[in-house]
Antibody, heavy 124, light 108 residues
């Protein structure tokens, strides 16, 4: 059974960058598609991007394009999400999750399991 | 761009049936997934591909999807079902995942 463990809470100043890690156990990262979703305090879920096995590339939500980078370190089975140019409204819990894609078709995508979440606070 | 709409809240008495809707243009042509999120916890999928349940999810959680509305039906509601519920689809036009705004279900 796949399990995801994320890095701890971060406090950053506006303009800084943050890099959140997501350690996979129970399977190898090479076999999985990891996606990232964030949730501002008291708000809903917002997809940021992830690996698309249909095109074999990482895709990003337009809102974050140019500001987010998602990478993987397969020897350590750890995925990373780095967000730059932080603003106070980037304050949120950031989740990694495994994307389930049926027969490699991205339109079937759903997410299970999820990491425990990482709170990123952006404040001067 | 494509939009998925959920009611902000629903209330239901224990033992009754709750229905949470997710509206979108021809959403019946998309795969809809549903997540349950309790306070301070990560979301958990309760229904995927419109109507399938992961192992461990009770049969009380039922999904359907037709026309412009997908529905999560929870029968014999229990106090432990109180949570936020989110629907999720893939928007092929913009190549991105979309979540509904979420519905807070209160068990009276």
């Amino acid at each position: 059974q796949v399990h995801l463990v994320q890095s701890g809470a971060e406090v950053k100043k506006p303009g800084a960058s943050v890099k959140v890690s997501c350690k996979v156990s129970g399977d190898t990262l090479r076999r999985l598609s990891i996606h990232w979703v964030r949730q501002a305090p008291g708000k809903g879920l917002e997809w940021m991007g992830g690996f698309n096995p249909e095109d074999d590339e990482t895709i990003y939500a337009p809102k974050f394009q140019g500001r987010v980078t998602m990478t993987e370190d397969t020897p350590t089975d750890t995925a990373y999400m780095e967000l730059s140019g932080l603003k106070p409204d980037d304050t949120a819990v950031y989740y990694c999750s495994v994307a389930e894609v049926v027969r490699g078709v991205i339109s079937t995508v759903w997410f299970d399991p999820w990491g425990q979440g990482t709170l990123v606070t952006v404040s001067s | 761009s494509y939009v998925v709409t959920q009611p902000p809240s629903v209330s239901v008495a224990p033992g009754q049936t709750a229905k949470i809707t997710c509206g979108g243009d021809n959403i019946g042509h998309k795969n809809v997934n549903w997540y349950q999120q309790k306070p301070g916890q990560a979301p958990v999928v309760v229904v995927f591909e419109d109507r399938d349940r992961p192992s461990g999810i009770p049969e009380r959680f039922l999904g359907s999807n037709s026309g412009n509305t997908a529905t999560l039906t929870i029968t014999r509601v229990e106090a432990g079902d109180e949570a936020d519920y989110f629907c999720q689809v893939w928007d092929a036009a913009t190549n991105r995942v979309l979540f509904g705004g979420g519905t807070k279900m209160t068990v009276l």
